[in-house]
């Protein structure tokens, strides 16, 4: 069946469709959105780095309707600024204004983990390989992105590098590809690791230092109705100049990360209890430290290959 995507839209049929009161529709993993926006910048960004991306029709249903904008008033005048909108509410404070797609990025995700409950969500990165789900839960600044595009980029497929959706009634991980966000050192790394990365605009002096969104691997997009069980939880931290370092984890330890790191536990009560402990049952848990993206790539795909790799 042949879809209509993103990036068969030309820069002004992209801006038009931004403009209309319909919105940019799109579906991303089990998800579809409506974008408005007047700014180039997130016209240009959405353009490339969403070009796989099934279009939609002014008929589909929408899960989102969001934008990206500048605040009305004088302030606009002297210190350009952007806010996001969520169904003609605005519930961030402005970022300024250079920051327009990395706020509709963060905004679609706090769409997806703070409203929607049909899935148990998790702030983890999460790739697959031969069927299993290899399920990264992890703080900011542990490394765990930049260990997530240094697999995607190493025959593991991506399904998410923010968001770890479980479907409760079968406990298996719903894809969500979406452009992969990398912060400071790692965007150079990356680019070394895979010069064929196609990266959007640098974006500099936000909450998180210099930001980069790189487009996510077709194949990824056009799988993403294909589901994964989970296989693997690995709790990593990059430390410097540390060898790659794969141990076991007691599964008590890897249920409070999942517990610690699900952003809508409490909403699900017993269930949510449950539906983790299922995931733990399935899964091999390790806790991972690396210096060495390349060591730790060869170390991920020894484990997949079923190579008995623990306390290496």
């Known amino acids: 069946m042949n879809t209509t995507t993103v990036g068969s839209l030309s820069a002004r049929e992209c801006q038009a469709r931004l403009l209309s009161p319909s919105g940019l529709a799109l579906r991303t993993g089990p998800f579809s959105a409506a974008v408005h926006s007047p700014l180039p ?15 939609l029709t002014d008929e589909s249903f929408i899960d989102f309707r969001v934008g990206v904008r500048r605040p009305p008033g004088w302030r606009a005048r ?27 990025e963060w905004g679609l995700n706090w769409c997806v983990y703070g409203l929607c409950h049909q899935f148990l969500s998790l702030h983890a990165a999460v790739l697959e390989r031969n069927g299993r789900a290899l399920i990264l839960p992890a703080p900011s600044g542990s490394g765990k992105s930049t260990l997530c595009a240094g ?49 959007g605009s640098r974006v500099h ?13 077709t ?6 109705h294909e589901r994964a069980l989970p296989g693997w939880i690995v709790l990593p931290k990059y430390v410097p100049e540390q060898p790659a370092t794969l141990k076991p984890l007691e599964r008590s330890r890897a249920f409070m990360h999942l517990v610690e790191n699900a952003f809508n536990y409490d909403v699900f009560g017993a269930e949510g209890f449950q539906l983790l402990g299922s995931v733990i049952d399935r899964t091999t848990c ?20 079923g190579l008995d790799i623990a306390s290496r």
């Open 41 to 55: 910048e997130v016209a240009a960004a959405l353009s490339r780095l969403y070009a796989e991306h099934p279009l």
């Open 78 to 104: 002297w210190q350009p600024q952007v806010v996001f909108e969520f169904d003609g509410q605005t519930p961030f404070n402005p970022l300024p204004g250079d920051q327009g797609f990395p706020l509709l």
């Open 205 to 217: 002096e936000t909450s998180k230092g210099l930001v980069a969104h790189f487009k996510p691997p």
């Open 286 to 305: 390790f806790s991972f430290e690396y210096g060495h993206l390349p060591q730790a790539v060869q170390l991920f795909n020894q484990l997949a290959d």
């Open 151 to 199: 697999l995607l980029f190493s025959g593991w497929r991506l399904l998410s590098d923010e968001l770890t959706l479980i479907c409760p009634h079968h406990g298996d991980i719903v894809p969500i590809p979406r452009p992969v966000s990398l912060k400071n050192e790692s965007i150079a790394v990356i680019e070394a690791l895979a010069p064929q990365v196609e990266f």
């Open 219 to 224: 194949d990824a997009v056009q799988r993403a």
